[in-house]
């Protein structure tokens, strides 16, 4: 399991956002979590899925998820060796964050270019 960066979320404000964060933080995990959302899939799939991520990047976040009990890593015994990533009932507690992510995403979608794009210009 990696090292998690507190061992206690005992202060008064910002822990259960910070320990939410410290799982499904990163650039990938939030994209891969919501795919799983779809049903299990393998590696390729995932990876077919999210082009622009590299193969290193998808595997470690990966592991990560799979150590926090968030998603279920399946191996079956054959050659090639066919492994399956799913959620776990924990990781599909996580749903409903993820779908308020993904429509706040949408609605503000053409912001999010505009305010980078004249950011962009600005510099």
Partial sequence: ??????????CDFGCPV???????????KGV?????????????????LMPAVTQRMLTRQLREL???????????????PKVEY???A??????PVLE???GWGSDY???IVRIRHDRYQAT
Avoid: N, Q
């Avoid at 393998?42 to 990876?47: D, H, P, Q, V």
């Avoid at 009990?69 to 399946?74: E, I, L, S, W």
């Avoid at 924990?90 to 749903?95: I, M």
């Fill in 18 to 28: 910070e320990a939410c964060l410290e799982v499904i933080g990163g650039k990938w």
């Fill in 32 to 48: 891969i979590l919501f795919h799983l959302l779809g049903g299990t899939k393998r590696f390729g799939e995932l990876a077919r």
């Fill in 66 to 80: 799979e150590a926090d009990g968030v998603v279920a890593r399946t191996v079956y015994p054959e050659v090639p």
């Fill in 86 to 88: 799913s959620l776990t």
């Fill in 100 to 102: 308020v992510l993904r």
């Fill in 1 to 10: 399991m990696r090292p998690s960066r507190y061992t206690r979320y005992d």
């Fill in 90 to 95: 924990f990781g599909k507690t996580l749903a």
């Fill in 109 to 111: 979608l053409d912001e």
